[in-house]
């Protein structure tokens, strides 16, 4: 029983994804004009395919009732969906969950180095910086200093925006770090 509670509020969860992301596409989310071709592109999707309209429906109504999209009235559409500042906020974290860093085949021999100082009023924003950077695959060479070998300056802005971080975080680009063999070994690049 729990596990299919956890299995369906794991599909809805799926399901506001797609629907927040549709939205923010669109913009508004026209309900009489828009919705049914939306519900059309929504088949599509693998995880649709599982799924009923039932749960659209219902993610739209848990949506509207959490404060992730509003319902409004426009004079020449009718009613339409609009993103909120909340459901913004979820999408990108929608967005963040599924983010990788690609890995080339072959390395330019720059690392990419991030440096924050971030305020002790803000350690919240620090702890989760510090998870993120963890995921993504860096490495610690300070505390406050974080080293990646690849191309990953969108993602670190997209952090940065998504965290309120911008002037707190720097994203160097760096030839040379000193007594970096145990860093190559542990991205797994050639050593000297």
């Known amino acids: 029983m729990e596990k299919k509670q ?3 509020s794991g599909v809805l969860g799926d399901v506001s994804a797609i629907v927040l992301g549709l939205i923010a596409v669109t913009g508004i989310l026209a309900l009489a004009a828009v919705a049914p ?7 599509y999707t693998p ?8 749960y659209v429906n219902v993610v739209v109504t848990r949506c509207i009732r959490q404060g992730l999209i509003k319902q409004e009235q426009d004079p020449v559409v009718g009613k339409v969906l609009r993103l909120t500042e909340k459901g ?7 967005r963040l969950k599924h983010i ?26 620090r702890d989760t910086l510090r998870i993120w950077l963890t995921q993504l695959g860096f490495i610690q060479l300070q505390r406050s200093v974080w080293v990646y070998p690849y191309e990953c300056q969108e993602v670190v802005t997209l952090l940065k925006a998504h965290i309120h971080i911008g002037k707190d975080v720097l994203y160097l680009t760096a030839d040379f770090i000193e007594n970096d063999r145990w860093l190559r070994k542990a991205f797994d690049l050639p050593l000297k």
């Not at 995880?47 to 039932?54: A, G």
């Not at 990788?100 to 924003?125: C, S, V």
């Open 6 to 8: 956890k299995e369906k």
């Open 37 to 43: 071709n939306a519900m059309r592109l929504l088949k």
């Open 100 to 125: 990788t860093l690609a890995t080339p085949r072959r390395w330019d021999k720059k690392y990419r180095i991030i440096i924050f100082d971030i305020k002790e009023t803000r350690r919240g924003a």
């Open 47 to 54: 995880l649709f395919r599982r799924q009923k309209c039932h």
């Open 88 to 94: 913004r906020d979820l999408l990108m974290q929608y």
